[in-house]
């Protein structure tokens, strides 16, 4: 390819923008050329972030649509929840690609939205042309599409975890528990009372339970694979740990499977996807198995005393539940393969 495609990233002093500009530097058919910051344009990357002085376009823009527009082909918004859903439009509207990380454009019913994220909604007309990008699941309409809302990191995990067996008919859903942890780099990089080291270190608690604003994008997801409404019980924990999410799901199973017919299942619903590795009968995936990779691993257990599945599904918060699953939604808007740029093993230990 000659030309490169032009990447603009909105919000490149945060934790989802920073890991945008590390990946992005090993993808063959796009390159960086503006990195933005509502607050501190004509500044330098380097000044936040020591370890990236290679990087070319350091010095920041500001969020000018017009400018941008001069720049890029493409924008990432990597900004907090209630900011895309005023500059996506915008840049829409300059006839740039756009995928956005945040919560804005995921739920399609507004006052949904309203309600999980206090927030005003985006425009119905805008929520309509954005398409939810799990590839895993809607893939061909992320490949038709020109504006992405990447899901959230923990529906990224739950639903890779459940999809299958809930399509297949093999889980009651009225019986569905989620489980969910999360590193702390999951709140970004702001500081707060409850992320700094004396409050997290040594600790491990539940947050937002029964109020976590990912609970509507994946029931959401799920309803409309069982094509009926389906609630679940979704709670949330900080882990004292930088990256990575488990999530455990367990549901009654409807019918007797055995682990070896999950695996099975799981392999065949993935077949030709990239980035999702079902593990073998008895092994259990762990987050440091997926960290700083774009894969997202599960593994099963079956209890036949109580007859219900443990789904265990595990990401890195900030590759495949931000900024590699947003690059992997790129190279299938471009009609690229999926994992350009993406290829790393994790790293481990
Ligand atoms: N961290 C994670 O693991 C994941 C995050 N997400 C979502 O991705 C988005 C970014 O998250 P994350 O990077 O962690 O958050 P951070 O808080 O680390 O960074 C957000 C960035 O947004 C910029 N910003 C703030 N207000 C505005 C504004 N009004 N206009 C333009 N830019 C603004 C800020 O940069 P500046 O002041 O320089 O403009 C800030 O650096 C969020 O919506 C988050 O929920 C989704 C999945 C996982
Ligand atoms: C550890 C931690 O605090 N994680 C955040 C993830 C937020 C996020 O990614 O929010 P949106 O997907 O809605 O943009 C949380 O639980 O709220």
Known sequence: MSTKLKIAIVGSTGYGGVELMRLLQSHPYAEITSVISSSSAGSR?????????????????????????????????????????????????????????????RLKDRAVYEQWYRKPAAEQADLDQAIFGLAEVYGSQVSDAAFISNPGCFPTATLLGIVPALQAGLIDHSTLIVDAKSGVSGAGRGASLGTHYSELNENFKAYKVNQHQHIPEIEMVLSQVAGEQVTVTFTTHLVPMTRGILATSYAKLK??????????????????????????????????????????????????????VTIISVIDNLVKGAAGQAIQNMNIMMGWDETLGLQFVPVYP
């Open 45 to 105: 990357v380097t000044e936040g972030y020591p370890h990236l002085q290679h990087i070319r376009e350091e010095v920041l823009d500001d969020v000018d649509p017009q400018l941008i527009k001069q720049k890029a082909d493409l924008v990432f918004l990597a900004t907090p929840a209630g900011v895309a859903s005023k500059l996506a439009p915008q840049y829409l509207a300059e006839g740039l690609k756009v995928i956005d990380l945040s919560g804005d454009f």
């Open 255 to 308: 019918q007797d499977v055995t682990e070896q017919q999950l695996i099975e299942l799981y392999e065949q619903y993935y077949a030709g996807r990239s980035f999702v590795r079902i593990r073998p009968q008895g092994q259990l995936p762990a987050t440091k198995e997926v960290w700083g990779s774009n894969y997202c691993d599960i593994g099963f257990s079956v209890d036949p005393r109580t007859k219900r």
